[in-house]
T-cell receptor, first 114, second 113 residues
């Protein structure tokens, strides 16, 4: 069974640009969550999607957005990038039920904003 | 709101020694608790999960954790450390009826030869 796939693995962007990260969950999983990991703030929850609906949202500015497609694949977008957005972005796949199931993480996308 | 606190951002043990990583939780409802491990430049790997079925939970790689409601703790242990256990460990609690995880600040485990 294939794991969670995140693309790309590494990304370098310039301040002010926008970026889109992709996550393909484990087959059959319907929940996808996104986390930001930085040395200073640790692991912070961005949002969760379940069956194409955003079910939870963390405390991030509106520049951070996401969506989920009918095949459960998810994308997150960050617009008007800031230096502080440099982080490891992790996607987690859970399911097929709606709650409290273990999350399986991808290897992450390392975003560097210069 | 749920939260977890990990005591000790860095723990160092000798190879073969007991590993004890501490986690205390705060939750108004029976919690779902998790331990994850992260190796450098990798994602998180689930070690074990508490779902109220049993207070002593056994996980992968010889790790286990005991849920103690009276102490609001869920400490991670391993009887004998191996060099390959060197990594960062995160305790997490699931919030409400969702898959949202709230993580502790992590404990970096070093294993000395």
């Amino acid at each position: 069974k294939a794991g969670v796939t995140q693309t790309p693995r590494y990304l370098i962007k310039t301040r002010g640009q926008q970026v889109t990260l992709s996550c393909s969950p484990i087959s059959g999983h319907r929940s996808v969550s996104w986390y930001q990991q930085t040395p200073g703030q640790g692991l912070q929850f961005l949002f969760e999607y379940f069956s194409e609906t955003q079910r939870n949202k963390g405390n991030f500015p509106g520049r951070f957005s996401g969506r989920q497609f009918s095949n459960s694949r998810s994308e997150m977008n960050v617009s008007t990038l800031e230096l502080g957005d440099s982080a490891l972005y992790l996607c987690a796949s859970s399911g097929p039920t709606s709650m409290n199931t273990e999350a399986f993480f991808g290897q992450g996308t390392r975003l560097t904003v210069v | 709101a749920q939260s977890v606190t990990q005591l000790g951002s860095h723990v160092s043990v000798s190879e073969g020694a007991l590993v004890l990583l501490r986690c205390n939780y705060s939750s108004s409802v029976p919690p779902y608790l998790f331990w994850y491990v992260q190796y450098p430049n990798q994602g998180l790997q689930l070690l074990l999960k508490y779902t109220s079925a049993a207070t002593l939970v056994k996980g992968i790689n010889g790790f286990e954790a005991e849920f103690k409601k009276s102490e609001t703790s869920f400490h991670l242990t391993k009887p004998s450390a191996h060099m390959s256990d060197a990594a960062e460990y995160f305790c997490a609690v699931s919030e409400g009826a969702t898959n949202k995880l709230i993580f502790g600040t992590g404990t970096l485990l070093a294993v000395q030869p």
